[in-house]
């Protein structure tokens, strides 16, 4: 089969290349799936640049999640519930992962497609739709009025902004250019601040007073994190979830010693075992039905895997723009 393969921990650039690669067979209890869409998201870069909560041995294939056919099983009742049903995939720890013609996994990170979700928004539907109910789970669990949110014209952030609406809850929407204000605008939102204005901290103050803003999900980090801080009052947390500036979170020490503001962390992957079999039933089964609208996707383009590179960098160049899918060569 046809693959992406990472030779070296040091960024796609210089570590993915095309490959031939025998097809994998399933051991008893796993599940093969031909492959129909597979998108990129920044958890695949961070993945290849070596600073992802999870290493495989190289060379291994990136892509930790799709869509598509479940072919073959290697026995077993639940791998064999499977066989010919078209599923959401993620991949498994130490296997290779989705940009391949053909994935192998577990059918516990399988989720049968309905009828109504297209191949494209099912291939997209584990990673950011599910991290969006989490988190505004959390926040209405956690009983916050009003929240923040960085990088918010991105995938997962336009989630949230609509998970947002649908359950009325005060958002600030936080972006880096006047494009995006307004895109998210045009989506309904009603506080959108850009950090390119020379005064979005004192902005970003007022609003969070003015709402009441006691939380904030951040997928920036580095210095952001302490803004976000310092807009907030006492007792206020920021749960970051994405590294998108590549740095460290930057705040002043006194903001968790005087003011009790707490900053954590946020991992799918940690989230989904402890979610429990009903909570996660009932956010599998609402997601697919909210794929067309509040967890939709936009995609920019869909490339075979040949064509890897020119996707990586349209991606890289314009993530506001939508999802880079790789697809089967027609
Ligand atoms: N913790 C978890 O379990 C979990 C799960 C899912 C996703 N995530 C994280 O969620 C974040 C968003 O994912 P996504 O799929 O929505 O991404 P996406 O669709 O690719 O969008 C990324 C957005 O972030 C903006 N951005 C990129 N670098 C930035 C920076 N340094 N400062 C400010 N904004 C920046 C981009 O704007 P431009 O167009 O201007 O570049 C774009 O609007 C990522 O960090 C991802 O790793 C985490």
Partial sequence: MRALELHSYTGWR?????????????????VLVKMAASPVNPADLAFMNGQYGVRKTLPTVPGWEGSGTVVKTGGGPL???FLGRRVACAALDGYDGAWAEYMLTSPLRCIPLRRRVSDEQGA????????????IDLARRGKHRAIAQTAAAGALGRMLLRLGQHYRLSMVHIVRRQE????????????????HQSDFDEQLQDICRHLGVTLALDAVAGEMTGRLLQAMPRRARVLVYGALSNSACQLHPGRLIFK??????FWLSDWLPRAGLLKLLHAGWQIQNWLDKELRTEVQARLPIEEARQGLELYVRGMTQGKVLFVPKS
């Fill in 79 to 81: 791998a064999r519930f």
């Fill in 124 to 135: 997209m539907m584990l990673v950011n739709p599910l991290s969006a109910w989490a988190l």
């Fill in 14 to 30: 210089t570590g993915l290349q095309p490959v031939e690669k025998p097809l994998p067979q399933p051991k008893p209890g796993q």
């Fill in 180 to 195: 995006q204000v307004e895109l998210l605008r045009s989506l309904g939102a009603k506080h959108v601040l850009s950090t």
């Fill in 260 to 265: 009790k503001q707490q900053v954590s962390g």
